[in-house]
């Protein structure tokens, strides 16, 4: 199995910035992706980047795409999620997934096998 913990949630004001971490542990794999995903009170779950892990490819979402950064560290299996020029809008409790690839080259936006227990971020206007 593998575990997920999500950490760096919180509150902070709008136009603020605020990164948080997903740290990986138990059983690895040859070739997978992580991403991340977000849901608001009374919404689906969204998602919003994704990273292959041995290639670094990313994939953003458009309404992330210029203000959160996904980035990785190998040797510690964690993928952060450097959020930038937040809104309110952006409240939400966000998960970190991983999804199982057949090759480094996947950025999948769905079917993630694992999940962490999510973090609460809440932007302030």
């Known amino acids: 199995q593998v575990q997920l913990v999500e950490s760096g949630g919180g509150l902070v004001q709008a136009g603020g910035s605020l990164r948080l971490s997903c740290a990986a542990s138990g059983r690895t794999f040859s070739n997978y992706a992580m991403g991340w995903f977000r849901q608001a009170p009374g919404k689906e779950r969204e998602f919003l980047v994704c990273?292959?892990?041995?290639?670094?490819?990313?994939y953003y979402t458009d309404s992330v795409k210029g203000r959160f950064i996904i980035s990785r560290d190998n040797a510690k299996r964690t993928v952060y999620l450097q959020m930038t020029d937040v809104k309110p809008e952006d409240t939400a409790v966000y998960y970190c997934a991983l999804h199982r690839t057949t090759t480094g080259w996947e950025v999948p936006t769905y079917g993630y096998n694992y999940w962490g227990q999510g973090t609460q971020v809440t932007v302030s206007s």
């Open positions: 990273i292959s892990w041995s290639r670094g490819l990313t």
